[in-house]
């Protein structure tokens, strides 16, 4: 059974006009399916056609609120969707077809975006820049290694999904949380692939477009701070890590910046401990490069 | 200086430091690690800042252009309502003698007015004593007509009675001539021709 898990801030009317491209794709898959709303604040009125709502009260964001509905999911198999994405018809069915049982933590459909220079945002690939992992489109291609499913839709099973914690919720309420569970599973050695016959239309930032640009910002880079200080095992590129914070404290001057590291190191601080184990940060960025 | 007195920015270069050292971060080799992504990352970050800074100029520089062309616009516009003000002051100046003239010629045309409306009133007061003279002419015209008219008719009457007065006379004279041939016999033909005579006289003296 496959539960699509669409966390929304009260889209009802997005819902309305993108849900049923959803329910179509899960219906031609030929599995038993639901849709699972998770109404991230409970402000969502009127409740979507053929979906059980999982309300969360209050608001707690994209990690939170997807993680919710994994818990709430009767599915095997967990479809994880922004709530402003259309399906082409046959998406779930080869999305389905092309996860295996093993050694695969998602599939990531090609996620047609206004957003992507590309035009596809499923492709991820990471590298070393300047002591951080610098995220790079890869263009699309034949199906391959991508380096974190993107959150706006994804298939992997719920088994996978809990047992890797899904969604870190300290990212809340945004950014970079799908790097760092994409980042998890390659650690376990758990790839994440893009499946570019499959087709997802992504209108693209309808959920985060309504917080100011210096609070994205802020959350930014509280988050790409918080990822490389949990996620980098290799003690060299957590130095390296430190020395490009220095940096940015020295030299960045804007205040939203500077406000995201402080609360990134405070967030690490509170208790947290770095990745340990399984595959090295290298070797996580080589293999999920697209061939 | 402290990091509190380096203002947010020290604040949280504190905090890097703090917990790259509690890492070992800073040690050996990876202190050399450390400064190399340091010296990248700021040349990451300066470069960056630079191109913004760049970018903003260029703008600025664009938006500057554009301002001294409008500033230009402006004074060229400027420069061209002063002379349209200057013209319009001069057809103002042209206008204002041409009402002073106009004026002139007004006041001479009221005093003239005035003049003509005097001998005017002056000619209704003459043509008033010609119509009255003229009326009274009239009168006596028709009042000599009618004494001419009765003067004719009584003429008419003169020469009526004179014509019959010379009838009669001329009756009387035949009526004489026959008497003074009747016979001294026919005295009382005589009588009576006599009593006819003295009759028509009688009447014609009434």
């Known amino acids: ?291 | 200086m402290s990091a509190a007195e380096r203002g947010p920015a020290g604040e949280v270069l504190r905090r890097v430091l703090e917990a790259a050292r509690a890492e070992g971060a800073l040690e050996g080799e990876r202190l050399a690690e450390f400064a190399r992504a340091l010296q990248e990352r700021a040349e990451l970050i300066l470069a960056e800042r630079v191109t913004e800074l760049e970018r903003e100029l260029a703008w600025r520089r664009e938006a500057m252009a554009g301002l001294e062309q409008r500033a230009q616009g402006l004074a060229d516009e400027n420069a061209w309502r002063r002379e349209a003000m200057q013209g319009l002051a001069d057809e103002n100046a042209w206008r204002r003698e041409a009402m002073q003239g106009l004026a002139d010629e007004n006041a001479w045309r009221r005093e003239a007015l005035q003049g003509l409306a005097e001998e005017n009133a002056w000619r209704r007061e003459a043509m008033q004593g010609l119509e009255a003279r003229s009326s009274r002419l009239q009168a006596d015209l028709a009042a000599s007509r009618a004494d001419l008219e009765a003067a004719a008719g009584t003429e008419r009457a003169y020469r009526e009675l004179l014509s019959h007065h010379h009838g009669l006379l001329g009756r009387l004279a035949s009526d004489l001539d026959r008497a003074a041939e009747l016979s001294v016999l026919r005295l009382r033909a005589l009588r009576t021709l006599l009593r006819q005579m003295a009759e028509a006289l009688r009447q014609d003296a009434r």
């Open chain 1, 1 to 291: 059974m496959i539960s699509a898990i669409v966390p929304t801030l009260g889209a009802a009317g997005r819902l309305a006009r993108l849900l049923p491209s959803v329910r179509a794709s899960l219906a031609a898959s030929g599995q038993a399916s639901e849709v699972l709303v998770v109404d991230d604040g409970a402000t969502l009125a009127p409740v979507p056609e053929g979906a059980r709502v999982v309300p969360l009260d209050p608001a707690r964001g994209y990690g939170p609120a997807v993680n919710a509905g994994a818990r709430a999911a009767a599915g095997d198999l967990l479809l994880v969707l922004n709530d402003d994405v259309r399906l082409d018809p046959d998406c779930v069915a080869r999305l389905a077809a092309a996860l295996p049982e093993r050694e695969v933590f998602a599939v990531v459909p090609a996620i047609l975006s206004p957003l992507a220079g590309c035009g596809d945002e499923a492709g991820k690939a990471g590298r070393w820049r300047a002591g951080w992992v610098e995220i790079e489109e890869a263009a699309a291609g034949a199906r391959g290694p991508t380096l974190y499913p993107v959150g706006c839709c994804f298939l992997c099973r719920r088994a996978s999904f809990l047992e890797l914690g899904g969604y870190d919720e300290s990212f809340s309420p945004y950014f970079w949380e799908d790097v760092d569970l994409g980042w998890r599973a390659w650690r376990r050695g758990l790839a994440t692939l893009r499946v570019p016959e499959a087709r997802c239309h992504h209108e693209g930032s309808a959920t985060i477009g309504g917080f100011a640009m210096e609070q994205r910002l802020a959350a930014w880079q509280r988050n790409r701070t918080l990822f490389h200080l949990l996620a980098l095992a290799d003690p060299g590129r957590r130095a390296a890590c430190f020395g490009a914070l220095a940096a940015q404290a020295l030299f960045d001057g804007r205040p939203a910046a500077l406000g995201g590291v402080a609360e990134g190191l405070a967030a690490f601080a509170a208790g947290r401990a770095p990745a340990a184990g399984g595959l090295d940060d290298d070797e996580i960025l080589a293999r999920s490069r697209t061939a």
